[in-house]
């Protein structure tokens, strides 16, 4: 059942919920412009990346990334009426352990990543394997926008309006083979722009796994904006997933990888400590980390001297869209 809290802001519209309406109102032409030329605009855009001045009409905010609209998805789950995380939060305290391993490090270290050209090779038991641009992935479907609720295994959560598209768009393209179980992403290891691999925080590449039908499922997003505009280095730019039922780490960043296997993947976290990172990872308040308590969480934004803990959903509020998945699996043995 989805729980609803009393502080999810239902009753009246808050600052960014307006803000955001007016924003909406002034992206009207692109967003007709992405729904007819797919995504010239924004592929425009891309290709000056650095040097482009971000039009005032399609951000809140004063900012030099391009601009990335998507339509509103209408996809059940897709839209959380929850307050949004202010940008500056979700861009400036990261998880993203190539630029170091306190919150602030990404912000400030992953201007180095370079992310054009960039290429997404999809390998193994797959009938079509193909290396994807990173602008054949734009094209490839309609950018939509997706409010969702992230939360991260450490405790903290947030709510993003990412910009992408499901990623069973892209496995359909592909054609996986009939004995694929499950996908494999694996992201970018360049020790020479990413200063912490090579530490020996983690076993690198971070790679992540998905069984087929977690992957095929329509709210796993495949991710190449947030608020609008493409997406930040620190958030796992030019392209990353986004599974939103799931802790923040299975959602793998700056992908350059995508492999369908017969085998479970060995996972960056399940590697570093299998008894604290299951393959599964579902947000799940009833079974605890073996460390700290999962049955609660603190809402980035919201650490003032008296902001309460909220508590954890499960399956982080998806459980009407994805409980399914998991009838029948004990999931204190498959966390
Ligand atoms: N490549 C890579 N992807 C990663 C991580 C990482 O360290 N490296 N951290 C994960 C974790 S623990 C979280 S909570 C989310 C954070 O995403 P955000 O910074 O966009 O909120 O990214 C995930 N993806
Ligand atoms: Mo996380």
Redesign the pocket.
Known sequence: MLIKTSRDGFCHPLASEITSQRVYAGRRDLIKLMATGVAGAALASWASRESQAQSATLTPRPGKLAALPGVKSSLAGAVTMEKLTDYKD??S??????FGTDKAD?AKNAHTLKTSPWTVEIEGLVKKPARYTLEDLLKLSAQEERIYR?R???GWS?V?PWVGYSLSELIRKVEPLGNARYVEFV??ADPKTMPFVGSRV?DW??V?GLRMDEAMHPLTLLTFG?YGEV?PN???APV???VPWK????????LVKIRFTDKLPAT??NKAAANEYGFFSNVNPNVDHPRWSQGTERRIGEDGLFAKKRKTLMFNGYEAQVGQLYAGMDLKKNY
């Open positions: 979700a861009s305290y990261n998880n993203f352990y190539e990404p992230m991260c295994v450490e947030m993003i992201t970018q983690l590449p971070y992540e947030m997406l620190q958030n796992g990353r997933l986004v802790y923040g780490f299975k959602s793998g960043k700056s960056a976290w």
